[in-house]
């Protein structure tokens, strides 16, 4: 196991987040979770089972200065139909669905009760949700775009979500708990704790944080952007990471935080406002870059980690492996990793999921017959992670 018996358990990153009114405790995390993890598991199931096919289209996006092809589709009928582009060319193939899709609205989330499962020690984090209609550049747009893929490639390639996201605790009945302590690496070599966290298919922020880093900072489609990996390195007491695509302006760099159950990629102004203070702090907050003009080297070997977890003995599941490793029994485990709501989070959305955007060129000609929507993540195409 990553973890010997003497290392302290309890070190699983994130916040110390109460969320505590001093009214009544929180229950035992065991009866939580025996609570909450039956519905989530099935809600789900039923937002997967959602996901649709979308027509794909040619010339949506009239724009030959496009930085890379992209795919058009169009969802809806009538006054509500929207674009969605996908990089025409995939970084990496094999995982991504491209005829289904889940969407992530608000509306959609709700009808499927995926946001019901809350915790009484944790203060959900949510940002502001009004539908508003953003101008972007075509380069804008497709910057977006591979933002979109990246965070759908995380997604397939850590189907048990992060480990200190109830949402995800629950939907796995803790099994995204354990994997992402076992996958843990400290703060490193971003590539390192990438890999470690598709052999487990698990992690926490700094893990998925440092998968999106790794993954557009590969991409050759983006050689000429700046990517950041950002940190709390002056000691706000966010203690968070996330990826970020920067723009010709501050205003124009796009959040990437997969790490959030149903994350979509955003401009700052449209993200949480733990981004925009982690964002504010500067230099003092880049813990790794990508400079503009530059592709990394492939540190990070995809399918090497998919062969490596391929190793990993499923049966009994990892979390019984866990916990007989370190000694604890069930529930002395749910304790020390959930109890009284530490070091966990209720961070649903990683921005506003219901912004749409109008491409227009320097003109201020319109270059798109619908809205563009990024809400919308593909499946993956190998199977979910048993739960």
């Given at each position: 196991?990553?973890?010997?018996?003497?290392?302290?358990?309890?070190?699983?990153?994130?916040?110390v987040?109460?969320g505590?009114?001093?009214?009544?405790?929180?229950?035992?995390?065991?009866?939580?979770?025996?609570?909450?993890?039956?519905?989530?598991?099935?809600?789900?199931?039923?937002?997967l089972?959602?996901?649709?096919?979308?027509?794909?289209?040619?010339?949506?996006?009239?724009?030959?200065?496009?930085?890379?092809?992209?795919?058009?589709?169009i969802?809806?009928?009538?006054?509500?139909?929207?674009?969605?582009?996908?990089?025409?060319?995939?970084?990496?193939?094999?995982?991504?669905?491209?005829?289904?899709?889940?969407?992530?609205?608000?509306?959609?989330?709700?009808?499927?009760?995926?946001?019901?499962?809350?915790?009484?020690?944790?203060t959900?984090?949510?940002?502001?949700?009004?539908?508003?209609?953003?101008?972007?550049?075509?380069?804008?747009?497709?910057?977006?775009?591979?933002?979109?893929?990246?965070i759908?490639?995380?997604?397939?390639?850590?189907?048990?979500?992060?480990?200190?996201?109830?949402?995800?605790?629950?939907?796995?009945?803790?099994?995204s708990?354990?994997?992402?302590t076992?996958a843990?690496?400290?703060?490193?070599?971003?590539?390192?704790?990438?890999?470690?966290?598709?052999?487990?298919?698990?992690?926490?922020?700094?893990?998925?944080?440092?998968?999106?880093?790794?993954?557009?900072?590969?991409?050759?489609?983006?050689?000429?952007?700046?990517?950041?990996?950002?940190?709390?390195?002056?000691?706000?007491?966010?203690?968070?990471?996330?990826?970020?695509i920067?723009?010709?302006?501050?205003?124009?760099?796009?959040?990437?935080?997969?790490?959030a159950?149903?994350?979509?990629?955003?401009?700052?102004?449209?993200?949480?406002?733990?981004?925009?203070?982690?964002?504010?702090?500067?230099?003092?907050?880049?813990?790794?870059?990508?400079?503009?003009?530059?592709?990394?080297?492939?540190?990070?070997?995809?399918?090497?980690?998919?062969?490596?977890?391929?190793?990993?003995?499923?049966?009994?599941?990892?979390?019984?492996?866990?916990?007989?490793?370190?000694?604890?029994?069930?529930?002395?485990?749910?304790?020390?990793?959930?109890?009284?709501?530490?070091?966990?989070?209720d961070?649903?959305?990683?921005?506003?999921?219901?912004?749409?955007y109008?491409v227009?060129?320097?003109?201020?000609?319109?270059l798109?017959?619908?809205?563009?929507?990024?809400?919308?993540?593909?499946?993956?195409?190998?199977?979910?992670?048993?739960?």
């Amino acid at each position: 196991m990553p973890i010997s018996p003497t290392q302290s358990p309890s070190r699983v990153p994130g916040p110390v987040e109460t969320g505590s009114s001093g009214i009544a405790p929180p229950p035992e995390p065991g009866a939580w979770l025996d609570s909450s993890a039956s519905e989530a598991k099935a809600a789900r199931s039923r937002l997967l089972d959602s996901a649709t096919g979308l027509q794909q289209v040619h010339g949506t996006l009239r724009c030959p200065e496009t930085p890379c092809p992209l795919d058009t589709y169009i969802t809806g009928e009538g006054p509500a139909q929207h674009t969605v582009v996908v990089p025409a060319k995939e970084l990496h193939p094999g995982l991504l669905r491209a005829d289904r899709f889940i969407e992530l609205s608000s509306q959609r989330l709700t009808q499927a009760n995926v946001l019901s499962t809350t915790h009484p020690g944790v203060t959900p984090l949510m940002p502001d949700m009004e539908p508003r209609l953003r101008v972007i550049s075509p380069a804008a747009a497709t910057h977006l775009a591979l933002a979109r893929e990246a965070i759908d490639l995380v997604k397939a390639l850590l189907p048990a979500g992060a480990g200190n996201q109830i949402k995800d605790i629950a939907a796995t009945g803790a099994e995204s708990c354990f994997r992402s302590t076992m996958a843990y690496r400290g703060k490193g070599d971003p590539a390192t704790c990438a890999s470690a966290a598709i052999k487990y298919q698990a992690g926490n922020c700094n893990a998925q944080a440092s998968l999106a880093f790794q993954l557009l900072s590969q991409n050759p489609d983006l050689q000429n952007s700046r990517i950041d990996m950002v940190h709390d390195g002056a000691g706000g007491g966010h203690d968070h990471v996330f990826a970020v695509i920067r723009g010709q302006t501050p205003e124009q760099d796009i959040v990437v935080d997969p790490w959030a159950p149903f994350a979509t990629p955003t401009f700052v102004v449209d993200a949480l406002p733990m981004h925009r203070d982690l964002l504010n702090a500067g230099q003092e907050g880049i813990r790794h870059t990508k400079p503009a003009g530059t592709v990394s080297p492939p540190t990070l070997d995809i399918d090497e980690a998919l062969r490596e977890q391929g190793t990993v003995e499923e049966n009994p599941p990892l979390s019984e492996q866990y916990l007989h490793a370190m000694g604890f029994d069930r529930e002395l485990g749910l304790a020390i990793y959930l109890g009284h709501g530490k070091s966990l989070w209720d961070v649903p959305f990683s921005g506003n999921p219901n912004v749409r955007y109008e491409v227009q060129d320097e003109s201020g000609q319109q270059l798109t017959d619908f809205p563009l929507r990024f809400d919308m993540q593909r499946t993956g195409l190998r199977q979910p992670l048993e739960r």
